[in-house]
């Protein structure tokens, strides 16, 4: 199951109010706002700006999207500089927020190793929350055998699946384990999720497979999963993220074991000494 995906970003700078006009009271779900560029703009980061600025309040977590295929240029924002003056612009129009939701960036999966390296220095250093890792890709593998395979757009489903996952340990590589990652491409199954949790995403996303299978497809997903570290032996899932990554891994358990032992001593309290007459 695949899908190229032509569309890219057209927004109407007048349409804010109009389909935003209130910010609601309490969100009844988890609301995440991908931000990209219009393909008319000529300047490096005013859309994600006046995005931050309009959709911030209402999000649970923002996406700075550099990645889509279908939006002439953008992907060039994925280099060095590029990538460090539009990242530290949209943390400091975040930071001016009142509810100062997460901030993310969404990457290719077509990158180069220094690409991603460049990415992984500037999300460190700017104190980015995380990474969306991947969006679709501009390949076309051997295997894709429809006859529209050869369209323009970004393709997702299985055929990106095991590049994703990829793409995924290399970053968390990178950022030795530093960095909160989402794992996107092609899971369709309790397995995939697996995989990618294992090379260092800390949850998961779905898409193409939920076009095709509807909602439900979600709790499929879940369950295989729970299964499957059952029978491995684990109950968390912070226990499979990054197992790929022995060194990283085995590091993080013993920071994590030796703030749980300072918590616990934080903790402690002593009870006074009663006044006992003799």
């Given at each position: 199951?695949?899908?190229?995906s032509?569309?890219?970003?057209?927004?109407?700078?007048?349409?804010w109010?109009?389909v935003f006009p209130?910010?609601?009271?309490?969100?009844?779900?988890?609301?995440?706002?991908?931000?990209?560029?219009?393909?008319?703009?000529e300047?490096?980061?005013?859309d994600?700006?006046?995005?931050?600025?309009?959709?911030?309040?209402?999000a649970?977590?923002?996406?700075?999207?550099?990645?889509?295929?279908?939006t002439?240029?953008?992907?060039?924002?994925q280099?060095?500089?590029p990538?460090?003056?539009l990242?530290k612009?949209?943390?400091?129009?975040?930071?001016?927020l009142?509810?100062?939701?997460?901030?993310?960036?969404k990457?290719?999966?077509?990158?180069?190793?220094?690409e991603?390296?460049?990415?992984?220095?500037?999300?460190?250093e700017?104190?980015?929350d995380g990474?969306?890792?991947?969006?679709?890709?501009?390949?076309?593998?051997?295997?894709l055998?429809s006859?529209?395979?050869?369209?323009?757009?970004?393709?997702?489903?299985?055929?990106?699946?095991?590049?994703?996952?990829?793409?995924?340990?290399?970053?968390?590589?990178?950022?030795?384990?530093?960095?909160f990652?989402?794992?996107i491409?092609?899971?369709?199954?309790?397995?995939?999720?697996?995989?990618?949790?294992k090379?260092?995403?800390s949850?998961?996303?779905?898409?193409?497979r939920?076009?095709?299978?509807?909602?439900?497809?979600?709790?499929r997903?879940?369950?295989?999963?729970?299964?499957?570290?059952?029978?491995?032996?684990?109950?968390?899932?912070?226990?499979?993220?990054?197992?790929?990554?022995?060194?990283?891994?085995?590091?993080?358990k013993?920071?994590?074991?030796?703030?749980?032992?300072?918590?616990?001593?934080?903790?402690?309290?002593?009870?006074?000494?009663?006044?006992?007459?003799a």
């Amino acid at each position: 199951l695949i899908t190229i995906s032509k569309g890219g970003f057209r927004v109407c700078k007048g349409i804010w109010n109009f389909v935003f006009p209130f910010y609601p009271e309490a969100a009844p779900s988890l609301l995440g706002v991908n931000l990209g560029k219009n393909k008319t703009s000529e300047h490096e980061s005013e859309d994600y700006e006046i995005g931050i600025e309009k959709l911030g309040p209402y999000a649970d977590y923002l996406v700075i999207n550099i990645s889509s295929p279908n939006t002439p240029g953008l992907r060039n924002l994925q280099k060095s500089e590029p990538i460090r003056r539009l990242l530290k612009v949209a943390v400091q129009r975040r930071d001016a927020l009142m509810n100062k939701p997460p901030l993310f960036v969404k990457i290719a999966p077509d990158l180069s190793t220094e690409e991603m390296n460049d990415i992984a220095s500037a999300v460190i250093e700017l104190n980015v929350d995380g990474i969306l890792v991947t969006n679709t890709s501009n390949q076309r593998p051997d295997s894709l055998k429809s006859r529209n395979s050869s369209e323009t757009g970004g393709l997702s489903g299985l055929p990106i699946r095991d590049i994703s996952t990829e793409c995924i340990r290399k970053m968390y590589a990178l950022t030795k384990g530093r960095v909160f990652i989402v794992g996107i491409g092609g899971v369709g199954s309790g397995h995939d999720a697996y995989e990618k949790l294992k090379a260092g995403a800390s949850v998961v996303q779905i898409y193409s497979r939920m076009v095709y299978e509807g909602p439900g497809v979600v709790s499929r997903i879940r369950n295989e999963l729970a299964k499957l570290m059952l029978d491995n032996g684990q109950r968390r899932v912070e226990e499979v993220i990054g197992l790929d990554h022995e060194d990283i891994y085995w590091d993080k358990k013993l920071k994590s074991v030796q703030d749980e032992r300072q918590d616990e001593h934080d903790t402690v309290v002593l009870s006074p000494i009663a006044n006992v007459d003799a």
